[in-house]
Structure formats: structure tokens, C-alpha cells
């Protein structure tokens, strides 16, 4: 099945700097990549997404990065704001044998320094 | 739209109890999913239907753990005997097509003593 690795683990930046998290999947078959959003005490929320015909997807100060050949793709957040303080989980959705289901990276805790 | 109903949200019972969850999905979505998070193991898939048929239960822990989707509108997540080590919190998703965004629903935080 599906294994996706995601860091690092917690990052630290000062507010107004960028962030950038990493994720890489083992299963070359997967063609959707989620990106979710989870703060203390609520539901993981989706905050972009991209599949794989797109090498590159942007909103506002969240964009997202594929490369299929290394199997990576990366969540880019700029000008950060202390409301961005969360947790954010990668995901990678395995097509092979009709599964639809998302394998979540163990996720990276953004803390936003005033 | 209410979004994906859980409940209850939060429960707490005795080793060898038996818990049921439930779940109401996004009217609509022909896709449910049931999730478990902890912070050792992070999210993971249990099970998941797709127009009220089990697709996929690989992630079920173990025999202790069913799912049933009697309708578009319902699922139960059972765990019967519980256990200490099932303590996390478990969430429900539903998405329309499997290929799209999945939405979650608020969690029920399970504490077996």
C-alpha cells in the first residue's frame, strides 16, 4: 500500500517569513494530493489540493508543489500570519485497485513566532 | 448544509464495553469514510463505503472493530470488547466521488479506562 513521510515533524518562523513542508509517497499509482489543515481540538479541513496532471497549484499565500518523478510533492506558505498556527497533514489518495481512500503523512506542527 | 454529523462526541467507558459511533454524512455524497487519530499512529483509514457498500476494511484493527451503512444517511463504527488501546479519537468523512474533497466531521474522542 501507500507510505507517505512528511517533514519536518514541527517547524518554527517568525511571523511574515515563509514555510515549507515536505512529503514524499511510495506509490507511483496515487494521482491526488490533499493538503489539510487541523487546529487543536477540531477536524483535519482541506486548505488546497492538486493532482497529478498539475505540477503546481497556487491560492492566495498557500501553494502546492508535485514532482512525480521524485514522488514529492511540498505546501508553501508565505507572508505567515499567527492564524496559521496548526497542524498540516499531506495526503496521498492510492488508485491502485479502485482504493479511494487517504493515506495521511504523521503531520507537521506550524507554530507562527509573533 | 450541516456538514458531517458525529456522535457522540465524546465517550468514555470500561474495558470489555461495548461503543458504538455513529455517523451522518453530507446528503448527497456516495462516498463515507471512517478515520482513526492518535498521536502515535496519526490518521488513519479504517474502512470505507462506497454507496453503502464496504470497499475497503484493511485498516480495521482487528475483528473487535465492524462498520455497517444500512443507508446513504448513516454509519456505525462498533467496537466490542473496547479496549485501552483503542482510545483515540475517530472521525467520519464523506466525499462525493472518491476521487474529490473529503469533509470530516467533528470526531468522537473515545477514552476506554
Known amino acids: 500500500g501507500e507510505n507517505v513521510e512528511q517533514h519536518p515533524s514541527t517547524l518554527s518562523v517568525q511571523e511574515g517569513d515563509s514555510a515549507v513542508i515536505k512529503c514524499t509517497y511510495s506509490d507511483s499509482a496515487s494521482n491526488y494530493f490533499p493538503w489539510y489543515k487541523q487546529e487543536l481540538g477540531k477536524r483535519p479541513q482541506l486548505i488546497i489540493d492538486?493532482?497529478?496532471?498539475?505540477g503546481e497549484k497556487k491560492d492566495q499565500r498557500i501553494a502546492v508543489t508535485l514532482n512525480k518523478t521524485a514522488k514529492h510533492f511540498s505546501l508553501h506558505i508565505t507572508e505567515t500570519q499567527p492564524e496559521d498556527s496548526a497542524v498540516y497533514f499531506c495526503a496521498a489518495r492510492d488508485s491502485g485497485g479502485g482504493a479511494d481512500g487517504l493515506t495521511f503523512g504523521k503531520g507537521t506542527h506550524l507554530i507562527i513566532q509573533p | 448544509d450541516a456538514g458531517v454529523i458525529q456522535s457522540p462526541r465524546h465517550e468514555v467507558t470500561e474495558m470489555g464495553q461495548e461503543v458504538t459511533l455513529r455517523c451522518k454524512p453530507i446528503?448527497?455524497?456516495?462516498?463515507l469514510f471512517w478515520y482513526r487519530q492518535t498521536m502515535m499512529r496519526g490518521l488513519e483509514l479504517l474502512i470505507y463505503?462506497?454507496?453503502?457498500?464496504?470497499?475497503?476494511d484493511s485498516g480495521m484493527p482487528e475483528d473487535r472493530f465492524s462498520a455497517k451503512m444500512p443507508n446513504a444517511s448513516f454509519s456505525t463504527l462498533k467496537i466490542q470488547p473496547s479496549e485501552p488501546r483503542d482510545s483515540a479519537v475517530y472521525f467520519c468523512?464523506?466525499?462525493?466521488?472518491?476521487?474529490?474533497?473529503?469533509?470530516f466531521g467533528p470526531g468522537t474522542r473515545l477514552t476506554v479506562l
Open positions: 446528503s448527497g455524497h456516495d462516498y
Open positions: 468523512a464523506s466525499s462525493r466521488g472518491g476521487d474529490n474533497e473529503q469533509f
Open positions: 463505503f462506497n454507496n453503502n457498500v464496504p470497499i475497503d
Open positions: 492538486i493532482r497529478s496532471n498539475v
